[in-house]
């Protein structure tokens, strides 16, 4: 109970003082005050962001724990939140990454308490901008800190509003989308409305390339394979009366591995050519691949389950028929290290927490927090069977 009230207050805290990604500057400076407290000596591989070391009383495995400590750049809302809202404009704790910080504290305190029954090291991981490319994630694995410690596993979680305190969920495989954003221009020839034979007109190349767009997943990627591309954004024109030089496409694709994102990329330039050729136009076409997918360690997940079994029941662990669509930077220390990425439920109608991530309501259940601390710190004390 005293570490739940610890953790409230740390994301409170934390909630009242969101810091942008790669802008963590004070929220790393409290972090690290809070692990010297507890003994530990944080590191700073980047600008932002720490790492530290907790070493057991005997050999073991080194396993690394992960908390996001980003805001993201928006306003927030809800009542539910006036007591510790975001005293900075533009910048609120809308993805639950202040309740991840608490809980990555909140288990350092237990397993510092505990230290002399830890078998092996932990390598707790305080990761800046999870939202913005090219992810701090990607930088810490980079940064070859994690490599110096030789960590053997790392677990990650993000708090879900579609699951209750108390509860996690989890699946092996494919866990969460690679995300990539495109963006094409298709570019014609300008003119009058009235003399179209006088014109190329992009955006009639443009109608075509979205609508041929629709083919790429129906008729060129596996059906056993999820994946998506959606154009979320059209650019062009200036009135009723004028064909316009040039139209812009902005979108994303989701796929479960980054080849599939990559022939989906082949395919689209393969449209976009055609409809320029077939116009008399041209084109430019840029595909920025952003994170890669999360992709759970079959052993890894089945040690989650086994703790999250022990710890909360049976009937508390969700195993997840499919994966989600968005996408977590946790995949790059996937690409490096076995490892398993959960969701902790944090949704309910007393806290007002059932909104979506990035929603300006979005809040967590704190109850929560016991739960994610637990699991954290039994991934370390727990014996595997
Ligand atoms: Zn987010
Ligand atoms: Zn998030």
Known sequence: ???????????RHLHRNPEVSFYEFDTTEFICRELEKMGLKPERPLETGCVALIEGSKQGKTIALRADIDALAMEE????????????????????????????????????????????RVVLVFQPAEEKLPGGARMITRSGILQ???????????????????????????FMACTVEFEAELIGKGGHAAAPHHSVDPVVMAAQAVTAFQTVVSRSTDPNEPAVLTVGKIEGGSAHN????????????????????????????????????????SYTFHFDEGYPAVVNDEN??????????ELLGEEQVITMKNPLMAGEDFAFYQQEFPGAFFFLGSGSDEADSRWSWHHPRYNVDEKALITGACMLAGLILIRPI
């Open 148 to 174: 110096k410690y030789g960590v053997d596993e790392i677990y990650g979680l993000h708090t879900s509003p579609g699951y209750t305190p108390g509860e996690v969920a989890v699946k092996p495989g494919a």
């Open 77 to 120: 809302e809800g009542e539910i939140k006036a007591e510790f809202t975001s005293q900075k404009t533009g910048a609120a704790h809308c993805c639950g990454h202040d309740a991840h910080t608490a809980n990555l504290l909140g288990a350092a305190r237990i397993l510092c308490d505990l230290k002399d029954q830890i078998e092996g």
């Open 242 to 281: 004028i064909i316009p030089e040039r139209v812009k496409l902005k979108g994303t694709v989701r796929a479960f591995s980054m080849e599939t994102a990559r022939e989906i990329k082949k395919r689209m330039e393969a449209i976009l050519e055609g409809v320029a050729v077939a116009a008399g136009g």
């Open 1 to 11: 109970m005293e570490h739940h009230s610890y953790m409230v207050g740390v994301r």
């Open 300 to 309: 890894c997940t089945t040690r989650l389950i086994q703790v999250a079994h």
